[in-house]
DNA sequence: AAAAGTCATTTGTACTACAAATGATCCGTC
DNA sequence: GACGGATCATTTGTAGTACAAATGACTTTT
Protein backbone atom coordinates (compact mmCIF):
# COMPACT_ATOMS: atom_id res chain seq x y z
CA UNK A 1 0.00 0.00 0.00
CA UNK A 2 0.58 3.64 -0.34
CA UNK A 3 3.69 2.73 -2.70
CA UNK A 4 3.02 4.42 -6.12
CA UNK A 5 1.23 3.26 -8.62
CA UNK A 6 -2.41 4.02 -9.80
CA UNK A 7 -3.90 1.65 -7.62
CA UNK A 8 -5.39 -1.63 -9.60
CA UNK A 9 -7.41 -3.14 -6.55
CA UNK A 10 -10.24 -0.46 -6.04
CA UNK A 11 -10.48 -1.72 -2.25
CA UNK A 12 -7.03 -0.96 -1.34
CA UNK A 13 -7.19 2.18 -2.84
CA UNK A 14 -10.26 2.20 -0.26
CA UNK A 15 -8.23 1.04 2.52
CA UNK A 16 -5.54 3.33 1.76
CA UNK A 17 -7.56 6.13 1.53
CA UNK A 18 -9.51 5.32 4.93
CA UNK A 19 -6.13 4.63 6.19
CA UNK A 20 -4.71 7.20 5.64
CA UNK A 21 -7.78 9.38 6.96
CA UNK A 22 -7.55 7.91 10.18
CA UNK A 23 -4.15 7.90 10.46
CA UNK A 24 -3.73 11.27 9.98
CA UNK A 25 -6.44 12.31 12.33
CA UNK A 26 -9.24 13.41 10.12
CA UNK A 27 -11.18 10.71 12.07
CA UNK A 28 -10.32 10.97 15.62
CA UNK A 29 -10.19 7.51 17.95
CA UNK A 30 -13.64 7.62 19.50
CA UNK A 31 -15.14 8.93 16.26
CA UNK A 32 -17.83 6.93 14.24
CA UNK A 33 -17.27 6.34 10.75
CA UNK A 34 -20.26 7.39 8.57
CA UNK A 35 -23.18 4.09 7.44
CA UNK A 36 -21.28 2.16 5.18
CA UNK A 37 -24.21 2.83 2.35
CA UNK A 38 -22.95 6.34 2.85
CA UNK A 39 -19.54 5.60 2.84
CA UNK A 40 -19.62 3.57 -0.20
CA UNK A 41 -21.51 6.07 -2.17
CA UNK A 42 -18.81 8.90 -1.19
CA UNK A 43 -16.04 7.15 -1.78
CA UNK A 44 -18.10 5.72 -5.10
CA UNK A 45 -17.49 2.15 -4.89
CA UNK A 46 -20.55 -0.83 -4.14
CA UNK A 47 -20.64 -1.48 -0.23
CA UNK A 48 -19.07 -5.00 -0.76
CA UNK A 49 -15.63 -3.45 -2.03
CA UNK A 50 -16.04 -0.96 0.54
CA UNK A 51 -16.43 -3.58 3.30
CA UNK A 52 -13.74 -5.66 2.25
CA UNK A 53 -11.83 -2.98 3.07
CA UNK A 54 -13.21 -2.29 6.46
CA UNK A 55 -12.41 -5.70 7.49
CA UNK A 56 -9.04 -4.93 6.66
CA UNK A 57 -8.84 -1.80 8.52
CA UNK A 58 -10.06 -3.99 11.87
CA UNK A 59 -7.35 -6.43 11.28
CA UNK A 60 -5.08 -3.79 11.23
CA UNK A 61 -6.14 -2.54 14.80
CA UNK A 62 -7.88 0.78 13.37
CA UNK A 63 -11.35 0.32 13.49
CA UNK A 64 -14.30 -1.77 15.54
CA UNK A 65 -17.55 -2.67 13.89
CA UNK A 66 -20.91 -3.51 15.81
CA UNK A 67 -24.14 -4.33 14.39
CA UNK A 68 -26.39 -0.99 14.43
CA UNK A 69 -23.50 1.24 16.23
CA UNK A 70 -21.47 0.84 12.93
CA UNK A 71 -17.98 1.56 12.91
CA UNK A 72 -15.69 3.63 15.29
CA UNK A 73 -11.82 4.68 15.57
CA UNK A 74 -10.21 2.42 17.86
CA UNK A 75 -7.88 4.24 20.03
CA UNK A 76 -4.19 4.44 19.24
CA UNK A 77 -3.30 1.91 21.31
CA UNK A 78 -4.83 -0.95 19.67
CA UNK A 79 -3.71 -0.21 16.30
CA UNK A 80 -1.21 -2.59 14.45
CA UNK A 81 1.80 0.08 15.06
CA UNK A 82 4.25 -2.28 13.31
CA UNK A 83 2.41 -2.55 10.73
CA UNK A 84 3.65 -1.60 7.29
CA UNK A 85 0.83 0.10 5.74
CA UNK A 86 -0.30 1.78 9.38
CA UNK A 87 3.50 2.78 9.62
CA UNK A 88 3.44 4.34 5.99
CA UNK A 89 0.27 6.18 6.51
CA UNK A 90 2.23 7.79 9.42
CA UNK A 91 5.22 9.01 7.78
CA UNK A 92 2.80 10.56 5.52
CA UNK A 93 0.61 11.74 7.82
CA UNK A 94 2.82 14.95 8.85
CA UNK A 95 5.77 12.80 10.73
CA UNK A 96 6.14 14.61 13.89
CA UNK A 97 9.37 14.87 15.10
CA UNK A 98 8.78 12.49 17.66
CA UNK A 99 7.66 10.10 15.71
CA UNK A 100 10.74 9.99 13.70
CA UNK A 101 12.75 9.63 16.90
CA UNK A 102 10.78 6.91 18.08
CA UNK A 103 11.87 4.80 14.50
CA UNK A 104 15.20 6.28 14.92
CA UNK A 105 15.63 4.78 18.40
CA UNK A 106 13.93 1.20 17.12
CA UNK A 107 16.44 1.26 15.14
CA UNK A 108 19.52 1.87 17.44
CA UNK A 109 17.80 -0.94 19.82
CA UNK A 110 17.28 -3.58 17.11
CA UNK A 111 20.87 -3.31 14.81
CA UNK A 112 23.01 -3.29 17.28
CA UNK A 113 21.12 -6.77 18.98
CA UNK A 114 21.06 -8.08 15.72
CA UNK A 115 24.42 -7.83 15.10
CA UNK A 116 25.39 -9.66 18.20
CA UNK A 117 22.83 -12.46 17.81
CA UNK A 118 24.22 -12.68 14.28
CA UNK A 119 27.81 -13.93 15.67
CA UNK A 120 26.17 -16.30 17.97
CA UNK A 121 24.10 -18.06 15.19
CA UNK A 122 25.70 -17.22 11.87
CA UNK A 123 26.01 -20.17 9.57
CA UNK A 124 29.03 -20.14 7.09
CA UNK A 125 27.01 -19.51 4.61
CA UNK A 126 25.24 -16.42 6.30
CA UNK A 127 28.80 -14.97 6.63
CA UNK A 128 29.73 -15.48 3.38
CA UNK A 129 26.78 -13.28 1.85
CA UNK A 130 27.78 -10.55 4.52
CA UNK A 131 31.52 -10.51 3.87
CA UNK A 132 30.29 -10.31 -0.43
CA UNK A 133 28.37 -7.21 0.95
CA UNK A 134 30.87 -5.55 2.37
CA UNK A 135 33.26 -6.23 -0.48
CA UNK A 136 30.51 -4.92 -2.72
CA UNK A 137 30.58 -1.89 -0.55
CA UNK A 138 34.79 -0.98 -0.55
CA UNK A 139 34.34 -1.91 -4.21
CA UNK A 140 31.46 0.77 -4.89
CA UNK A 141 32.24 3.50 -7.65
CA UNK A 142 29.09 5.27 -6.94
CA UNK A 143 26.60 6.56 -4.04
CA UNK A 144 23.92 4.16 -5.65
CA UNK A 145 26.30 1.54 -5.90
CA UNK A 146 27.27 2.07 -2.20
CA UNK A 147 23.66 2.20 -0.95
CA UNK A 148 22.37 -0.95 -2.93
CA UNK A 149 25.74 -2.89 -1.01
CA UNK A 150 24.91 -0.80 1.93
CA UNK A 151 21.55 -2.14 2.13
CA UNK A 152 22.43 -5.59 1.55
CA UNK A 153 24.83 -5.68 4.44
CA UNK A 154 22.54 -4.47 6.85
CA UNK A 155 20.01 -7.17 5.28
CA UNK A 156 22.60 -9.91 5.62
CA UNK A 157 23.41 -9.19 9.12
CA UNK A 158 19.45 -9.56 10.24
CA UNK A 159 19.14 -12.47 7.96
CA UNK A 160 22.20 -13.98 10.13
CA UNK A 161 20.36 -14.11 13.37
CA UNK A 162 18.42 -16.79 12.35
CA UNK A 163 15.44 -14.70 13.66
CA UNK A 164 12.32 -14.30 11.91
CA UNK A 165 10.93 -11.75 14.22
CA UNK A 166 13.83 -9.60 13.99
CA UNK A 167 13.99 -9.33 10.44
CA UNK A 168 10.39 -8.82 10.07
CA UNK A 169 11.11 -6.03 12.72
CA UNK A 170 14.20 -4.21 10.81
CA UNK A 171 12.40 -4.51 7.61
CA UNK A 172 9.28 -2.81 8.69
CA UNK A 173 11.44 -0.20 10.70
CA UNK A 174 14.12 0.19 7.66
CA UNK A 175 10.98 0.66 4.99
CA UNK A 176 9.51 3.28 7.27
CA UNK A 177 12.58 4.91 8.16
CA UNK A 178 14.06 5.29 3.63
CA UNK A 179 10.67 7.52 3.60
CA UNK A 180 12.57 10.40 5.43
CA UNK A 181 16.49 9.63 4.49
CA UNK A 182 18.23 7.10 2.43
CA UNK A 183 19.72 4.31 4.82
CA UNK A 184 22.97 5.41 5.95
CA UNK A 185 22.90 7.69 3.00
CA UNK A 186 25.93 10.57 2.55
CA UNK A 187 27.08 13.30 0.79
CA UNK A 188 29.03 11.99 -2.73
CA UNK A 189 32.08 13.17 -2.14
CA UNK A 190 32.84 10.74 1.23
CA UNK A 191 29.89 8.00 0.77
CA UNK A 192 32.50 5.66 2.05
CA UNK A 193 33.18 7.33 5.65
CA UNK A 194 31.33 4.36 7.56
CA UNK A 195 33.23 1.58 5.72
CA UNK A 196 36.20 1.03 8.71
CA UNK A 197 32.75 0.55 11.00
CA UNK A 198 31.17 -2.00 8.35
CA UNK A 199 34.60 -3.71 8.52
CA UNK A 200 34.19 -4.34 12.59
CA UNK A 201 31.14 -5.26 12.60
CA UNK A 202 31.31 -8.38 9.71
CA UNK A 203 35.02 -9.21 11.73
CA UNK A 204 33.23 -9.34 15.03
CA UNK A 205 30.79 -11.36 13.24
CA UNK A 206 33.48 -13.74 11.91
CA UNK A 207 35.28 -14.10 14.97
CA UNK A 208 31.37 -14.98 17.00
CA UNK A 209 32.22 -11.86 19.14
CA UNK A 210 28.94 -10.71 19.83
CA UNK A 211 29.94 -7.77 22.56
CA UNK A 212 31.92 -6.60 19.61
CA UNK A 213 29.89 -7.11 16.92
CA UNK A 214 27.51 -5.31 19.21
CA UNK A 215 29.42 -2.41 19.92
CA UNK A 216 30.72 -1.85 16.30
CA UNK A 217 27.24 -1.86 15.13
CA UNK A 218 26.07 0.69 17.78
CA UNK A 219 28.53 3.02 16.34
CA UNK A 220 27.78 2.92 13.18
CA UNK A 221 23.87 3.43 13.90
CA UNK A 222 24.03 6.01 16.32
CA UNK A 223 26.68 8.17 14.11
CA UNK A 224 24.40 7.70 10.90
CA UNK A 225 21.39 8.33 13.69
CA UNK A 226 22.62 11.50 14.23
CA UNK A 227 23.24 12.49 10.90
CA UNK A 228 19.42 11.93 10.32
CA UNK A 229 18.60 14.06 12.77
CA UNK A 230 20.36 16.84 11.06
CA UNK A 231 18.57 16.06 7.50
CA UNK A 232 15.12 15.50 9.86
CA UNK A 233 15.55 19.07 10.88
CA UNK A 234 16.28 20.76 8.06
CA UNK A 235 13.32 19.01 6.73
CA UNK A 236 10.81 19.83 8.95
CA UNK A 237 12.36 23.27 9.23
CA UNK A 238 11.59 23.21 5.63
CA UNK A 239 8.07 22.00 5.50
CA UNK B 1 -8.52 -14.13 17.32
CA UNK B 2 -8.07 -17.33 18.04
CA UNK B 3 -9.24 -16.14 21.38
CA UNK B 4 -12.06 -18.36 23.05
CA UNK B 5 -15.73 -18.38 21.86
CA UNK B 6 -17.93 -19.70 19.30
CA UNK B 7 -16.71 -16.94 17.04
CA UNK B 8 -19.65 -14.34 16.27
CA UNK B 9 -18.10 -13.42 13.17
CA UNK B 10 -18.77 -15.73 10.15
CA UNK B 11 -15.72 -14.14 8.86
CA UNK B 12 -13.14 -14.11 11.07
CA UNK B 13 -13.61 -17.66 11.68
CA UNK B 14 -12.34 -18.23 8.18
CA UNK B 15 -9.72 -16.19 8.87
CA UNK B 16 -8.62 -17.53 11.57
CA UNK B 17 -9.34 -21.57 9.91
CA UNK B 18 -7.13 -20.33 6.71
CA UNK B 19 -4.76 -18.32 9.00
CA UNK B 20 -3.99 -21.34 10.95
CA UNK B 21 -4.17 -23.78 8.06
CA UNK B 22 -1.45 -21.55 5.84
CA UNK B 23 0.56 -21.10 9.30
CA UNK B 24 0.28 -24.43 10.39
CA UNK B 25 2.11 -25.67 7.22
CA UNK B 26 -1.41 -27.42 5.92
CA UNK B 27 -1.51 -24.67 2.23
CA UNK B 28 2.74 -24.54 2.21
CA UNK B 29 4.45 -21.63 0.45
CA UNK B 30 3.75 -21.07 -2.92
CA UNK B 31 1.02 -23.49 -2.73
CA UNK B 32 -2.42 -22.37 -4.65
CA UNK B 33 -5.46 -22.24 -2.49
CA UNK B 34 -8.94 -23.85 -4.17
CA UNK B 35 -11.28 -21.05 -6.14
CA UNK B 36 -13.12 -18.84 -3.99
CA UNK B 37 -15.83 -20.72 -5.00
CA UNK B 38 -14.97 -24.17 -4.41
CA UNK B 39 -13.36 -22.70 -0.91
CA UNK B 40 -16.17 -21.07 -0.10
CA UNK B 41 -18.50 -24.11 -0.60
CA UNK B 42 -15.97 -26.24 1.36
CA UNK B 43 -16.06 -23.58 4.54
CA UNK B 44 -19.98 -23.66 4.11
CA UNK B 45 -19.90 -20.09 3.50
CA UNK B 46 -20.64 -17.25 1.23
CA UNK B 47 -18.32 -16.14 -1.69
CA UNK B 48 -18.82 -12.75 -0.23
CA UNK B 49 -17.66 -13.94 3.56
CA UNK B 50 -15.04 -15.88 2.47
CA UNK B 51 -13.55 -13.11 0.27
CA UNK B 52 -13.91 -10.79 3.11
CA UNK B 53 -11.69 -12.97 4.87
CA UNK B 54 -9.31 -13.17 1.68
CA UNK B 55 -8.52 -9.70 1.91
CA UNK B 56 -7.20 -10.01 5.56
CA UNK B 57 -5.18 -12.34 5.07
CA UNK B 58 -3.76 -10.94 2.89
CA UNK B 59 -3.30 -7.67 4.85
CA UNK B 60 -1.40 -10.05 6.37
CA UNK B 61 0.84 -10.35 3.69
CA UNK B 62 -0.39 -14.33 4.30
CA UNK B 63 -1.73 -14.81 0.76
CA UNK B 64 -1.47 -13.04 -2.82
CA UNK B 65 -4.53 -13.13 -5.30
CA UNK B 66 -4.48 -12.25 -8.93
CA UNK B 67 -7.00 -12.62 -11.30
CA UNK B 68 -7.57 -15.76 -13.43
CA UNK B 69 -4.31 -17.55 -11.64
CA UNK B 70 -6.39 -17.40 -7.70
CA UNK B 71 -4.69 -17.13 -4.58
CA UNK B 72 -1.03 -18.56 -3.58
CA UNK B 73 0.00 -18.75 0.02
CA UNK B 74 3.63 -15.91 -0.10
CA UNK B 75 6.35 -17.13 1.33
CA UNK B 76 7.08 -16.69 4.72
CA UNK B 77 9.60 -13.64 4.35
CA UNK B 78 6.58 -11.77 3.35
CA UNK B 79 4.06 -12.63 6.54
CA UNK B 80 3.64 -10.17 8.67
CA UNK B 81 5.10 -11.95 11.52
CA UNK B 82 4.77 -9.01 13.98
CA UNK B 83 1.22 -9.31 13.37
CA UNK B 84 -1.19 -10.73 16.55
CA UNK B 85 -3.19 -12.82 14.72
CA UNK B 86 -0.16 -14.55 12.56
CA UNK B 87 2.07 -15.14 15.85
CA UNK B 88 -0.71 -16.44 17.79
CA UNK B 89 -0.93 -19.34 15.02
CA UNK B 90 2.46 -19.95 15.00
CA UNK B 91 1.92 -20.32 18.66
CA UNK B 92 -1.27 -22.47 17.86
CA UNK B 93 0.89 -24.67 15.62
CA UNK B 94 2.75 -27.18 17.40
CA UNK B 95 5.51 -24.07 17.91
CA UNK B 96 9.28 -25.22 17.62
CA UNK B 97 11.87 -24.67 20.11
CA UNK B 98 13.10 -22.84 17.85
CA UNK B 99 10.16 -20.38 17.37
CA UNK B 100 9.80 -20.00 21.13
CA UNK B 101 13.66 -19.11 21.24
CA UNK B 102 13.22 -16.35 18.68
CA UNK B 103 10.47 -14.92 20.78
CA UNK B 104 12.39 -15.07 24.25
CA UNK B 105 15.35 -13.10 21.82
CA UNK B 106 13.31 -10.89 21.32
CA UNK B 107 12.12 -10.21 24.90
CA UNK B 108 15.91 -9.93 25.80
CA UNK B 109 16.31 -7.50 23.60
CA UNK B 110 12.96 -5.20 24.03
CA UNK B 111 12.96 -5.36 27.16
CA UNK B 112 16.58 -4.56 28.66
CA UNK B 113 16.56 -1.59 25.82
CA UNK B 114 13.02 -0.40 27.02
CA UNK B 115 14.12 0.28 30.36
CA UNK B 116 17.00 1.89 28.97
CA UNK B 117 14.92 4.00 27.53
CA UNK B 118 12.21 4.78 30.58
CA UNK B 119 15.42 6.05 32.35
CA UNK B 120 15.62 8.54 29.93
CA UNK B 121 12.43 9.81 28.93
CA UNK B 122 9.99 8.65 31.70
CA UNK B 123 8.25 11.17 33.12
CA UNK B 124 7.22 11.72 36.87
CA UNK B 125 3.85 10.58 36.61
CA UNK B 126 4.83 7.85 34.52
CA UNK B 127 7.43 6.92 37.74
CA UNK B 128 4.94 7.10 40.07
CA UNK B 129 2.84 4.32 38.00
CA UNK B 130 6.01 1.92 38.07
CA UNK B 131 6.68 2.94 41.64
CA UNK B 132 3.07 1.60 42.52
CA UNK B 133 3.41 -1.56 40.58
CA UNK B 134 6.48 -2.18 42.62
CA UNK B 135 4.66 -1.49 45.66
CA UNK B 136 1.83 -3.80 44.32
CA UNK B 137 4.07 -6.39 43.91
CA UNK B 138 6.14 -6.00 47.28
CA UNK B 139 2.23 -6.34 48.97
CA UNK B 140 1.16 -9.37 46.96
CA UNK B 141 -0.25 -11.97 49.36
CA UNK B 142 -0.43 -14.45 46.83
CA UNK B 143 0.93 -15.63 43.26
CA UNK B 144 -2.08 -14.17 41.34
CA UNK B 145 -1.75 -10.76 42.98
CA UNK B 146 2.14 -10.88 42.02
CA UNK B 147 1.35 -11.77 38.45
CA UNK B 148 -0.71 -9.13 38.20
CA UNK B 149 1.76 -6.48 39.27
CA UNK B 150 4.50 -7.96 37.56
CA UNK B 151 2.46 -7.50 34.68
CA UNK B 152 1.53 -4.27 35.50
CA UNK B 153 5.10 -3.38 36.24
CA UNK B 154 6.35 -3.98 32.47
CA UNK B 155 3.86 -2.37 30.99
CA UNK B 156 4.23 0.56 33.05
CA UNK B 157 7.86 0.66 32.14
CA UNK B 158 7.12 0.14 28.36
CA UNK B 159 4.74 3.13 28.35
CA UNK B 160 7.38 5.03 30.10
CA UNK B 161 9.39 4.93 27.31
CA UNK B 162 6.82 6.90 25.58
CA UNK B 163 7.71 4.99 22.44
CA UNK B 164 4.50 3.58 20.79
CA UNK B 165 6.07 0.92 18.65
CA UNK B 166 8.52 -0.33 21.44
CA UNK B 167 5.26 -0.74 23.15
CA UNK B 168 3.43 -2.32 21.05
CA UNK B 169 6.29 -4.37 20.14
CA UNK B 170 6.51 -5.98 23.78
CA UNK B 171 2.91 -6.30 23.75
CA UNK B 172 2.82 -8.70 21.18
CA UNK B 173 5.95 -10.49 22.31
CA UNK B 174 4.51 -10.76 25.88
CA UNK B 175 1.24 -11.92 24.46
CA UNK B 176 2.79 -14.36 22.85
CA UNK B 177 4.98 -16.06 25.47
CA UNK B 178 1.94 -15.71 27.80
CA UNK B 179 0.88 -18.73 25.47
CA UNK B 180 3.42 -20.70 26.86
CA UNK B 181 4.23 -19.69 30.46
CA UNK B 182 3.28 -16.65 33.01
CA UNK B 183 5.50 -13.71 32.54
CA UNK B 184 8.12 -14.16 34.91
CA UNK B 185 5.73 -16.73 36.92
CA UNK B 186 7.70 -18.77 39.67
CA UNK B 187 6.67 -21.59 42.01
CA UNK B 188 4.23 -20.37 44.43
CA UNK B 189 7.11 -19.98 47.83
CA UNK B 190 9.54 -18.43 46.31
CA UNK B 191 7.34 -15.93 43.89
CA UNK B 192 9.21 -13.07 44.81
CA UNK B 193 12.53 -14.18 44.40
CA UNK B 194 13.24 -11.31 41.75
CA UNK B 195 11.87 -8.64 43.80
CA UNK B 196 15.18 -7.09 44.36
CA UNK B 197 15.76 -7.18 40.55
CA UNK B 198 12.59 -4.87 39.74
CA UNK B 199 13.86 -2.52 42.66
CA UNK B 200 17.17 -2.13 41.04
CA UNK B 201 15.16 -1.30 37.71
CA UNK B 202 12.71 1.41 39.07
CA UNK B 203 15.57 2.95 40.94
CA UNK B 204 17.61 3.56 38.03
CA UNK B 205 14.67 4.53 36.06
CA UNK B 206 13.52 7.14 39.11
CA UNK B 207 17.75 8.17 38.79
CA UNK B 208 17.46 8.91 35.52
CA UNK B 209 20.38 5.67 34.51
CA UNK B 210 19.82 4.25 31.52
CA UNK B 211 22.50 2.12 31.95
CA UNK B 212 21.84 1.12 34.91
CA UNK B 213 18.30 0.34 33.93
CA UNK B 214 18.91 -1.68 30.92
CA UNK B 215 21.32 -3.77 32.90
CA UNK B 216 19.02 -4.60 35.91
CA UNK B 217 16.36 -5.61 33.26
CA UNK B 218 18.32 -7.32 31.21
CA UNK B 219 19.55 -9.86 34.57
CA UNK B 220 15.56 -10.06 35.07
CA UNK B 221 14.79 -11.21 31.88
CA UNK B 222 17.55 -13.49 31.46
CA UNK B 223 17.00 -14.85 34.62
CA UNK B 224 13.45 -15.70 33.81
CA UNK B 225 14.16 -16.31 30.20
CA UNK B 226 16.36 -19.59 31.88
CA UNK B 227 13.47 -20.40 33.64
CA UNK B 228 10.82 -20.36 30.73
CA UNK B 229 13.75 -22.54 28.86
CA UNK B 230 13.12 -25.23 31.13
CA UNK B 231 9.73 -24.76 31.48
CA UNK B 232 9.27 -24.70 27.54
CA UNK B 233 11.40 -28.50 27.46
CA UNK B 234 8.87 -30.15 30.37
CA UNK B 235 6.51 -29.14 28.25
CA UNK B 236 7.83 -29.96 24.39
CA UNK B 237 8.54 -33.39 26.71
CA UNK B 238 5.34 -33.78 27.53
CA UNK B 239 3.72 -33.06 24.25
C1' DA C 1 7.44 -21.96 -36.04
C1' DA C 2 6.34 -17.50 -34.35
C1' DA C 3 2.98 -14.01 -33.70
C1' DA C 4 -1.46 -12.60 -33.16
C1' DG C 5 -5.94 -13.29 -31.87
C1' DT C 6 -9.65 -15.91 -29.42
C1' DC C 7 -11.43 -18.48 -25.62
C1' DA C 8 -12.11 -20.02 -21.05
C1' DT C 9 -11.40 -19.50 -16.25
C1' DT C 10 -10.93 -17.01 -12.12
C1' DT C 11 -11.04 -12.96 -9.47
C1' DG C 12 -13.11 -8.05 -9.08
C1' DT C 13 -17.13 -5.16 -8.47
C1' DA C 14 -21.91 -4.10 -8.11
C1' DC C 15 -26.43 -4.82 -6.59
C1' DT C 16 -30.32 -6.95 -4.19
C1' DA C 17 -32.44 -9.27 -0.51
C1' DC C 18 -32.86 -10.72 3.83
C1' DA C 19 -31.00 -12.18 8.63
C1' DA C 20 -29.17 -10.72 13.04
C1' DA C 21 -28.15 -7.62 16.48
C1' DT C 22 -29.14 -3.82 19.24
C1' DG C 23 -30.07 1.04 20.59
C1' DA C 24 -34.25 3.62 20.93
C1' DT C 25 -38.98 3.98 21.67
C1' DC C 26 -43.39 3.01 23.24
C1' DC C 27 -46.52 0.80 26.28
C1' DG C 28 -48.33 -1.29 30.22
C1' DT C 29 -48.09 -2.16 34.94
C1' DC C 30 -47.38 -1.09 39.59
C1' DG D 1 -44.63 8.90 37.63
C1' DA D 2 -41.12 5.35 37.39
C1' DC D 3 -39.72 0.99 36.09
C1' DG D 4 -39.63 -3.12 33.11
C1' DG D 5 -40.52 -5.31 29.09
C1' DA D 6 -42.08 -5.75 24.39
C1' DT D 7 -41.68 -3.57 19.88
C1' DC D 8 -39.56 -0.88 16.33
C1' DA D 9 -36.11 1.00 13.50
C1' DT D 10 -31.48 1.16 12.02
C1' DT D 11 -27.15 -0.69 10.85
C1' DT D 12 -24.08 -4.35 9.99
C1' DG D 13 -23.74 -9.49 8.58
C1' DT D 14 -24.41 -13.02 5.09
C1' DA D 15 -26.05 -14.95 0.83
C1' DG D 16 -26.69 -15.03 -3.91
C1' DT D 17 -26.69 -13.32 -8.73
C1' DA D 18 -24.87 -10.98 -12.54
C1' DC D 19 -21.49 -9.15 -15.11
C1' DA D 20 -16.73 -6.78 -15.85
C1' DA D 21 -11.76 -7.37 -16.08
C1' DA D 22 -7.69 -9.79 -16.38
C1' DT D 23 -4.96 -13.34 -18.08
C1' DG D 24 -3.21 -18.09 -18.96
C1' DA D 25 -4.16 -21.46 -22.48
C1' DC D 26 -5.28 -22.50 -26.90
C1' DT D 27 -6.01 -21.76 -31.84
C1' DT D 28 -5.40 -19.71 -35.96
C1' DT D 29 -2.79 -17.35 -39.33
C1' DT D 30 1.09 -16.15 -41.87
Redesign the pocket.
Same mark, same amino acid.
Given at each position: MSKGQPV??????VVDELGQRIVGGLFAPGAS?? &? =??A??ESM??????? &? =?A?KVLGAKGLIE???????RVRDKQHWNQLDADVLNWRCAAMPTDDFIAQLVEMREIVEPAAAASAARNRDRSQLARINAAYKAMAAAADLDAWVAADFEFHEAVLTATNNELLQSLFHVIATALQTFFQLSARKAKDFKYSLPLHFEVSDAIRLRRPDAAREAMRHMVTDSGSLMQARKTRRVTAA
Open positions: RNLHKHLP &R =EELAVVSRTAL &R =EMTRQKTGS
